[in-house]
């Protein structure tokens, strides 16, 4: 579960992305850990090659977790902000809004850096009749596909010639201090444009989770807390409830309000098990409602879910959740009596 680790902070990051095998060689230079006063947004740990998880989970203790700011690129961070924003120990992390722009913008530098290493096709090779020629399109191929992501209304002849300068120790048609603040710009700009569509989306997903449980109250059986919780039984368990900050083991279902499934102890054949208050705000509170051995359906608004933040490439901002959620087991030494 989040708790605070000292780590270190690392200042110079190039690496390679490699899709066909979902891995991110990475260098990296690292300076000394900055003062408390000065705390870094996020470290990098454990970096070497790095295999992307199909969901984010514990991975070597639990102040460590696997982290990632697109389905593309994985790294190991720890956020010095210990937010329990965790569903469970398999489940999801949530990283602020300020860190998940850091880490696409590591991304952005992070293919930038992987271009020195690329190699040009010699003049009259028959494309793709060598090792060289596969490599050297490969490369060309992952960059295209995170750049095609990351900016619009690249000039391709322009970047080919960018590519070829590089790599070939020619002199830049512009200085290093220009590229940079070009590239500053229109990742700014596409931020800005993302910003934009985020706000749209969020207030999109607002209204249609608001319309939902407006309806949904209505239904027989539906019971509506006062925070805004909604949740039905559908099997009443006769045991114990648990207390604040017990440990549990659930199975669970959890999707989004068009029914798609993004995470389900279900399928990954075991339950989950953790603190009543490190999970989302809805699941603390059923959690605390349930007697062990029931089954409830929960319908979790956003605030109560992961808020206008959502988390990227699962849920969307301000999205509200249903879960199908079995109390299997309330922690023997923190239980209270079933009212």
Not at 228 to 254: F, I, M, R
Request: glycine share 6%; hydrophobic share 35%; proline share 6%.
């Amino acid at each position: 579960m989040p708790r605070t680790s000292k780590s270190t902070v690392y200042n110079s990051i190039s690496g390679l992305y490699l899709p066909d095998r979902n891995q991110v060689s990475l260098n990296l230079s690292a300076m000394s850990a900055l003062p408390q006063s000065q705390p870094a947004p996020l470290s990098i740990l454990n970096c070497s090659v790095l295999t992307l998880p199909q969901r984010q989970y514990h991975l070597n203790d639990s102040s460590t977790y696997s982290a990632y700011s697109e389905p593309t690129l994985a790294f190991d961070i720890k956020l010095n902000n210990d937010v329990p924003n965790f569903l469970s120990p398999e489940g999801f992390f949530q990283p602020e809004k300020e860190n998940a722009m850091k880490l696409k913008t590591i991304a952005a530098t992070l293919i930038l850096a992987s271009t020195t290493s690329m190699t040009v096709l010699a003049e009259g090779t028959t494309p793709l009749a060598t090792e060289k020629a596969k490599l050297s399109y490969s490369l060309g191929a992952m960059l295209g596909e995170r750049l095609k992501n990351d900016f619009d209304n690249l000039d391709l002849q322009a970047l080919s010639q960018g590519i070829e300068d590089a790599v070939s120790d020619k002199k830049l048609a512009l200085d290093r201090n220009d590229m940079i603040a070009v590239i500053q710009k229109a990742q700014q700009a596409q931020a800005e444009k993302m910003q934009k569509e985020m706000q749209e989306q969020a207030q999109n997903n607002q209204e249609k989770g608001d319309q939902f449980l407006k309806e949904n109250r209505k239904k027989s059986g539906v019971v509506t807390t006062d925070s805004g919780l909604q949740y039905k039984v559908l099997k009443k368990g006769n045991g114990p409830k648990a207390s604040p900050d017990a440990e549990v083991t659930v199975h669970y279902e959890g999707k989004t309000l068009d029914g798609k499934i993004f995470d389900s102890s279900y399928e990954r054949g075991e339950p989950a098990n953790f603190k009543t208050t490190q999970v989302i705000p809805g699941w603390t509170e059923a959690l605390q409602l349930m007697p062990e051995g029931s089954t409830w359906e929960l319908y979790i608004p956003a605030s109560l879910a992961y808020g206008p933040g959502g988390i990227p490439g699962r849920i969307g901002p301000n999205e509200l959740l249903t879960f199908k959620v079995e109390l299997i087991k309330v922690g023997e030494q923190e239980t209270k009596a079933v009212n």
